[in-house]
């Protein structure tokens, strides 16, 4: 028997994923929520996951009204309370100023990164009203606090979803519901397997990066899970840059070198 439960989007990879898993094994329940239905089918049922009475799949596309209705409605009908909602799903793909539908592209990642954010605020709110306030943490980026090369849509989207965490905090506060955002920085998800390959970002993070080294999922979903706890419980409209001190600095002198580097 469940006492709380959670709503994650973008729940059956990288960070939404390690999300479910930690806020399952903590006690939560949780509704899963994400495109991809046969990933998502992989949460539940091998040994050491949770049971399907406690994460609770459901395939749907974040950008669309009838997602956000039936996450929350779910979260109601199988725990009887909502008390987090982590609006985690996002897309992102560098994309040349002069590309042929470039400006479909940048669409599709409003619709996406901001668009859903919205409609997932505007979904869970009064569910999570009716279980005596909670907490909503949105995944943004270090993209959203800085520019990257090819990235502008991207940058855009998630410095958009960083301001409307603050104006949505305001709006939430006297219903005691906080809202914040984590910025992960580079962090070895499937979003970023293409990347990761490439020998010159490598050598980039090994130069730009303070700590030398990728992001894990886990470390933002515990970054997550506590903007979410009573840990929290003062800290609304702010966003947690998790980016290994990426974006501490500003990058035109070299880090301390290190051997392996
Ligand atoms: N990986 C990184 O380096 C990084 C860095 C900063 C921010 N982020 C952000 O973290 C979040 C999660 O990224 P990730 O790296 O875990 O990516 P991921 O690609 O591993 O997982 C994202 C999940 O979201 C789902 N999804 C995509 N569009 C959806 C939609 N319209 N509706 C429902 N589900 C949808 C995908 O199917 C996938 O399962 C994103 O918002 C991303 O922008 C990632």
């Known amino acids: 028997m469940v006492t709380s439960s959670v709503v ?3 729940a ?3 960070i939404g994923r390690a999300c479910v898993e930690l806020f399952a094994a903590r006690g939560f329940g949780v509704v899963a929520v ?4 046969a990933v998502l089918s992989t949460l539940t049922g091998q040994p050491g996951q949770p049971g399907p009475e406690q994460v609770v799949p459901l395939v749907g596309d974040v950008s669309r009204e009838e997602t956000g209705t039936a996450m929350a409605q779910l979260a109601l009908a199988r725990f009887g309370r909502l008390d987090v909602a982590v609006l985690n799903a996002g897309i992102g793909g560098t994309l040349p100023w002069e590309a042929a539908g470039a400006v479909e592209r940048l669409d599709r990642i409003f619709a ?3 668009r859903g954010v919205v409609i997932g605020i505007r979904s869970v709110v ?3 009203r009716g279980s005596g306030g909670g ?3 949105v995944t943004a980026s270090s993209g959203g606090l800085q520019g990257e090369p090819g990235n502008w849509a991207y940058n855009a989207s998630k410095a958009a979803v960083i301001n409307m965490v603050r104006a949505a905090a305001l709006d939430h506060a006297v219903q005691n519901i906080r809202i914040n955002a984590v910025a992960p920085g580079l962090t070895e998800t499937p979003l970023t397997a293409r990347h990761r390959t490439d020998p010159e970002l490598a050598a980039a993070v090994g130069r730009r990066i303070p700590m030398q080294r990728w992001g894990y999922a886990r470390e933002h979903a ?3 899970w506590f903007l979410a ?3 929290a419980s003062y800290v609304t409209g702010t966003t947690l840059v998790a980016d290994g001190g990426l974006t501490a600095h500003h990058g035109a002198v070299p880090l301390p070198a290190r051997p392996e580097f």
């Not at 994400?34 to 239905?37: A, I, K, P, T």
């Open 8 to 10: 994650i989007t973008g």
């Open 12 to 14: 059956a990879s990288g």
């Open 34 to 37: 994400d495109l991809d239905e």
């Open 112 to 114: 996406v990164n901001v």
């Open 126 to 128: 009064p569910v999570l």
């Open 135 to 137: 907490s909503i943490v």
């Open 222 to 224: 515990a970054a997550i």
């Open 229 to 231: 706890s009573p840990e």
